[in-house]
């Protein structure tokens, strides 16, 4: 009965206190296309695009001289060829573009100006999934209440202890009632 109690009790506890582990909330940021740098040639864009993890969400921001330089997204073909006659995706002049990264893939920019893409103004950057964006499914994977209930007959009323001392001698004095009967019907006989 007691070992009953505190299986029933445990479960209780599992089940009821569901621990919500809310993800810290990812801020998108900002990232400065060659940090202090900015987009120019004799930059190592690699290394740069190597020293961070991007996410949906975030921007990537190319400063520049107007004119001097443009930010081509572009293919990876194009990438590799720096031949912008095909496989460009947009074009940004404005010398201080900024370019959000919408999907989880990878994105290719080079500068179209002669030479500069082909001199290393050139990089990939992989853009992964939100992480904290996806909350743990309410999936059907805590329903042991109604099992719990139908292998457990008497419902867990008696809560303390006492409680199941008191049910014990509830039972004892029922007998207790019933033994004159049965001394009566012997008797009788
Ligand atoms: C990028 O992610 C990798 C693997 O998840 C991790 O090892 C690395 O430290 C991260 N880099 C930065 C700059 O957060
Ligand atoms: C993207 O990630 C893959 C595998 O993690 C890696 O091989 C590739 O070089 C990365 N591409 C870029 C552009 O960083």
Known sequence: M????????????????????????????????????????GINYLEWSEKYNFTVGDTLV?????????????????FRSCDASSGVI?????GNDRIELTEPTKYWFICNTKGHCKGGMRFGINVTATSGETPPPPSG???????????????????????????????EMRWWLCAPVVLFDLVYW
């Open 90 to 94: 947009s074009i940004h002049l404005s």
């Open 62 to 78: 190319f400063k520049y001289v107007l004119n001097q330089h443009n930010v081509y997204q572009v293919t990876e073909t194009t």
């Open 141 to 171: 994977e805590t329903p042991p209440l109604p099992s719990d209930g139908s292998s457990s007959p008497p419902p867990p009323a008696p809560v303390t202890a006492p409680g199941g001392n008191a049910a014990a001698h509830g039972r």
């Open 2 to 41: 007691e070992s009953h109690f505190s299986l029933v009790f445990f479960s209780f506890l599992t089940i009821s206190i569901p621990i919500l582990f809310k993800s810290p909330l990812v801020e998108a940021e900002d990232y400065a296309v060659g940090d202090s740098d900015g987009w120019t040639t």
